[in-house]
């Protein structure tokens, strides 16, 4: 696929910016999936996450990773979303314990990637969000405590929780 | 060091299962980019800053119109002062140049007994001298002065009366197509008070009986001379002259500003809200509760307004008010356990009750999620009854446009304000601060730790506003003023068209005014 053109995108040239989604939809909605608590929400987070960098591609540097960039900002506006959503939410997840009604449906037909993305959904917000900053994204603990403004403690002991969790749930799908 | 291991092997696995992972998203999601990218990026920005700022961004306009306005009442009143301060100078220095000549001509013409009329006198000096020696006594000495008038001589009837006379007399001191004031100094024997505020006063010497411009020429009973009011924004003061000459008054002319009508305004309102209760309208699955105030529900609202006075009685306002309210209150959902959700997994004892709370501000969709404790498992009819404490904060802008009638006069004037108000809802949430069972076998899961709900209601909706109180004018440009005031608003409904709970607030006003 060629290379999309940051200027015409940045001029709003409507071409250039669909060939831009078109490069990093795939990536990118994977990223959404991993972190939104539905498909639904996933496909909300895609549809403002493009907004967001058709917005901001002015900021983009030149320095780094471009698609490093487009992921970071994808990760920010998932991480807003869950925030809004959680006020929005009635019930709060203050310690991670909740567990969903059903078990992942896991299937080996499936790539992994699908059957860690259903496993993923069934961990605690908290918990998800953690392990997929740290484990998929690559943050530090000190950087996570910075983005989620939780200790660094905090943020070390929820993700061995998560990966408990995830654990406990990979093995269960498995076994089933 | 074996759980570590266990955990890269963890990540390790679950990183390479996402390597190079693509998911398809749904076919419309470019046209719902698109569709929000709409006509192009710079647009949604501007859509983007609008939805984020809307209100300060509304208020700021509201606040920059109702500025500007004033600024330019301000800038334009304050030329035309200028203008009129500058033509008042230019007519004293004519003023005072004439003075200056009469004195020396007065002088001259007053010693001169063959002298007769005023048609020999210069015709700059403007000034008609009668001499003692006239047909008229010694006491009716008068010298007159003719002062150029800005108004027409048919607005001043009693002006052209004087000018027909002058005219009548022959005089060509007085062109024809120009009115002119009459107006007489004191009588030049009495250095004590004998000025003549203005044409038609009247002397200390003769109060009740001041003699006319006929009388003092003619000796004839004519009409009087022209009252105060014939010189309109101006005062004159007349000085005495240290000199036994006949001397001329000295009229010093300051324009009078008109008041422009525009007021600006910065009041609070202290409020009690007083609401009435309405029964809460389930939902198939859901049911729903109201619930009870607890605190007096005290709302403070400050106000930056501006308003024209239509006319003496009748003034027009508007202008932006920011409201705060905090208001707690209880509610006692009644369920029983059976009617919750069950959770599942390892937490069977957990059961989700959802409900709708209808509240002051708008209907909450609560979700509580109760656990059991030690014990038996409970069974599903068992009652679950709960008490939980809520907070409310609303914040609103409010946007009143009144008619206002004043009663009575002077410094303290009753007044009367009825309108409409729109209302626009900036924050609407409920804090959900304990929940307690009343039953000792459930417990809320997560303690007694709160959590925030946002409360539905439609953004924008309207009110009334009837006052009823008092300004007291402390000068020309401040007022202070203090009503009393019921602000209420019309029918409110909830996202799903429920109807809300009927308020309004009574209290009163505090406030300042500016007159421009």
Known sequence: ?176 | MEENIHDDKLDDYVRRSFEGHEENPPADMWSRVEGDLLPSVEVSTVRALSLRYGWQALAAVVILVLFSTLVCEHLYYEKKLRDMAEKSQADQEILERSHSKDEATGQAIHANPNFHSATELPVESKTITFPPNARQSANLERTATVIPSPKTAKEHAPVQHLVDFERNQGSSTIPKSEPYILQKPQKSSDKTDKSYASVGAVSNEKPSLPPSVETTVAGQNTPNLLPLTVIPIARILLEQSPSNSPTFAKVSIKPVRKPSGWYLGLQTSLLAIIEKPRAPISRPGRPAFSSKKENAGISTIWWLKSGKKLDSRFSLESGIGYQITSRTATHSPKFRFGDGAHLGGPFANRRTFNYDLSTYGGTAEVSLRMEQTLGSPAPDDEPLSLEITTTEYNKLLRIPLLAGYQLGAGRLQGQVKAGLMGNYVLKNELDISARVSQNARFQAVGGRDGYTVQLNQKKFFLGYWLSVGAEFKLNQHLSLVAESAMLGDFLRKDQHNRRLPERFMLGFNLGANYYF
């Open chain 1, 1 to 176: 696929m060629a290379e999309p053109n940051l200027q015409a995108c940045l001029r709003g040239d409507r071409l250039a910016q669909k060939q831009f989604f078109e490069c990093f939809k795939g990536k990118m909605f994977s990223l959404c999936l991993r972190y939104a608590n539905s498909r639904e929400d996933a496909e909300d987070v895609l549809q403002e996450g493009f907004v967001k960098v058709f917005r901001d591609l002015n900021q983009y540097t030149g320095m780094g990773n471009f698609e490093g960039w487009v992921r970071k900002v994808f990760v920010n506006t998932a991480l807003q979303y869950l925030q809004k959503q959680k006020k929005n939410l009635i019930t709060m997840e203050l310690d991670g314990q909740d567990f969903p009604d059903e078990p992942a449906s896991f299937s080996l037909d499936e790539p992994p990637a699908k059957n860690m993305t259903r496993i993923l959904q069934q961990l605690p917000t908290g918990y998800r969000t953690i392990f997929n900053l740290h484990v998929l994204e690559g943050y530090s603990h000190p950087e996570i405590a910075e983005i989620l403004d939780i200790s660094v403690g905090t943020s070390k002991s929820q993700l061995l929780r998560a990966k408990a969790h995830f654990r406990k749930l990979l093995e269960s799908n498995l076994t089933t």
